[in-house]
């Protein structure tokens, strides 16, 4: 088994080996340092020894004997070893129950920050190292770490049962749960800041979990809808920059080499998520992305329906990207002034003030409507707005081209 192979099996088995060992003892930190050794140990010996035919069990075993000599040497808790004890007689069979959807539910506790739930999902479930993960959010390890072990202690603090809610709770917790996954996933996409247009270690992560969450909820329509949302956007991936990593539009883009695979997938899922009775914002930006998909050119985009499922969804989730968004469905109707009327709307938006997206769509609409100045002029402060350094590049080449 090739090292990649390798690599992929132990992130889909460090979730379920840790969900297993926190159910058994109960102390997520100490459970998670020991995962995470084990891990390692794993990726140095079955390259070069082989995979044992148990590699869950192989996990487990060692991760818990690890565990035993952390509770060994930590002479403030020498009156848990009668618990020690007790472990040391453990089975070496692992049970056949997966934890991984309790894992993430705990990884996203409300107690946490955003920032500290998608740092501790990806340590914890996503398998990832605390470098990897500080080189994905382009901050010092050091800082990454700190922000993971606080994440711990808070999630230790609140004294957590390891067990799925139920309820009106349970809706919440994975509400919570969809919003992680997609931020890590959004992250991927497109990153915030950086040389590259999009990070695909973190889209692909995002993706994985999530097909995790589906594969044990398939009948949720909003799980089903962010998976199928994902699939969809990620299809477009290899047409989004150029070989020299210049950003491409999505009317520019060549369709032909767009990834008919995923795009299947997700229509299906779309289908399936739309079965429902009940609506999601999810299952409503899948729609929406199938619909984009479904055309061959960027003319034969069915804007009057993307239109229409941006204005249900800004009823449904009011937010301000939405309404950006609508804009700019809006103007592919009824034409740029249009568009440019609702987008004055989000003037007086403080979450909108200085946003890039927003200078750079109106300037698009502007330089759309003729008023090449007033495009030359948002598209550079567009620029200067954003961190990514291929967005930079691409909207200081838009206002080359219009004040040409």
Same mark, same amino acid.
């Given at each position: @088994?090739?090292?990649?192979?390798?690599?992929?099996?132990?992130?889909?088995?460090?979730?379920?080996?840790?969900?297993? +060992?926190?159910?058994?003892? !109960?102390?997520?930190?100490?459970?998670?340092?020991?995962?995470?050794?084990? &891990?390692?140990?794993?990726?140095?010996?079955? /390259? $070069?020894?082989?995979?044992?035919?148990? /590699?869950?069990?192989?996990?487990? *075993?060692?991760?818990?004997?690890?565990?035993? #000599?952390?509770?060994?040497?930590?002479? %403030?808790?020498?009156?848990?070893?009668?618990?020690?004890?007790?472990?040391?007689?453990?089975?070496?069979?692992?049970?056949? *129950? #997966?934890?991984?959807?309790?894992?993430?539910?705990?990884?996203?506790?409300?107690?946490?920050?955003?920032?500290?739930?998608?740092?501790?999902?990806?340590?914890? &479930?996503?398998?990832?190292? *605390?470098?990897?993960?500080?080189?994905?959010?382009?901050?010092?390890?050091?800082? @990454? $770490?700190?922000?993971?072990?606080?994440?711990?202690?808070?999630?230790?603090?609140?004294?957590?049962?390891?067990?799925?809610?139920?309820? %009106?709770?349970?809706?919440?917790?994975?509400?919570?749960?969809?919003?992680?996954?997609?931020?890590?996933?959004?992250? !991927?996409?497109?990153?915030?800041?950086?040389?590259?247009?999009?990070?695909?270690?973190?889209?692909?992560?995002?993706?994985?979990?999530?097909?995790?969450?589906?594969?044990?909820? /398939?009948?949720?329509?909003?799980?089903?809808?962010?998976?199928?949302?994902?699939?969809? *956007?990620?299809?477009?991936?290899?047409?989004?920059?150029?070989?020299?990593?210049?950003?491409?539009?999505?009317?520019?883009?060549?369709?032909?080499?767009?990834?008919?695979? +995923?795009?299947?997938?997700?229509?299906?899922?779309?289908?399936?998520?739309?079965?429902?009775?009940?609506?999601?914002?999810?299952?409503?930006?899948?729609?929406?992305?199938?619909?984009?998909?479904?055309?061959?050119?960027?003319?034969?985009?069915?804007?009057?329906?993307?239109?229409?499922?941006?204005?249900?969804?800004?009823?449904?989730?009011?937010?301000? @990207?939405?309404?950006?968004?609508?804009?700019?469905?809006?103007?592919?109707?009824?034409?740029?002034?249009?568009?440019?009327? +609702?987008?004055?709307?989000?003037?007086?938006?403080?979450? @909108?003030?200085?946003?890039?997206?927003?200078?750079?769509?109106? %300037?698009?609409?502007?330089?759309? $409507?003729?008023?090449?100045?007033?495009?030359?002029?948002?598209?550079?402060? %567009?620029?200067?707005?954003?961190?990514?350094?291929?967005?930079?590049?691409?909207?200081?080449?838009?206002? !080359?081209?219009?004040?040409?």
């Amino acid at each position: @088994m090739t090292a990649p192979v390798i690599e992929d099996l132990l992130r889909e088995l460090t979730p379920q080996v840790l969900g297993a +060992l926190v159910r058994r003892h !109960g102390q997520f930190e100490g459970c998670e340092d020991a995962v995470q050794e084990a &891990v390692l140990a794993a990726a140095v010996q079955w /390259p $070069a020894e082989g995979v044992p035919d148990n /590699p869950r069990g192989w996990l487990s *075993t060692v991760a818990s004997r690890r565990l035993i #000599d952390q509770m060994r040497s930590d002479h %403030a808790r020498r009156e848990r070893e009668s618990a020690t004890a007790a472990v040391e007689a453990m089975p070496q069979d692992v049970p056949d *129950t #997966d934890d991984t959807l309790v894992l993430l539910f705990l990884c996203c506790h409300p107690t946490l920050t955003g920032a500290s739930q998608v740092a501790l999902t990806l340590r914890a &479930v996503g398998g990832l190292t *605390t470098a990897e993960i500080a080189r994905a959010f382009l901050v010092p390890e050091a800082t @990454m $770490a700190a922000r993971i072990s606080r994440a711990k202690q808070r999630v230790k603090a609140a004294g957590s049962s390891f067990g799925l809610p139920d309820g %009106a709770e349970l809706q919440e917790r994975l509400r919570v749960v969809l919003h992680v996954l997609y931020l890590i996933f959004n992250e !991927g996409y497109t990153a915030s800041s950086g040389s590259e247009l999009h990070r695909a270690d973190l889209a692909y992560e995002a993706i994985r979990l999530t097909r995790m969450v589906h594969a044990q909820l /398939p009948g949720d329509g909003e799980v089903t809808g962010l998976l199928a949302l994902m699939v969809l *956007t990620h299809a477009r991936r290899e047409t989004r920059t150029t070989p020299a990593g210049d950003l491409v539009p999505l009317d520019e883009q060549d369709r032909t080499k767009w990834d008919r695979g +995923l795009i299947d997938e997700g229509v299906e899922l779309v289908k399936a998520s739309l079965a429902g009775p009940v609506l999601g914002p999810y299952q409503l930006q899948a729609a929406i992305a199938a619909t984009h998909a479904d055309a061959a050119t960027a003319e034969e985009t069915d804007w009057p329906q993307v239109h229409a499922l941006y204005l249900i969804l800004e009823r449904l989730a009011p937010n301000p @990207m939405v309404t950006l968004n609508r804009a700019i469905a809006l103007a592919e109707i009824d034409g740029p002034r249009a568009g440019l009327a +609702l987008l004055s709307t989000l003037d007086g938006d403080e979450r @909108m003030a200085g946003h890039h997206r927003l200078l750079s769509v109106r %300037a698009h609409l502007l330089e759309k $409507a003729g008023d090449t100045a007033g495009a030359y002029e948002h598209y550079r402060r %567009a620029a200067k707005s954003t961190a990514s350094i291929a967005e930079q590049r691409y909207l200081e080449s838009r206002a !080359g081209r219009v004040r040409t």
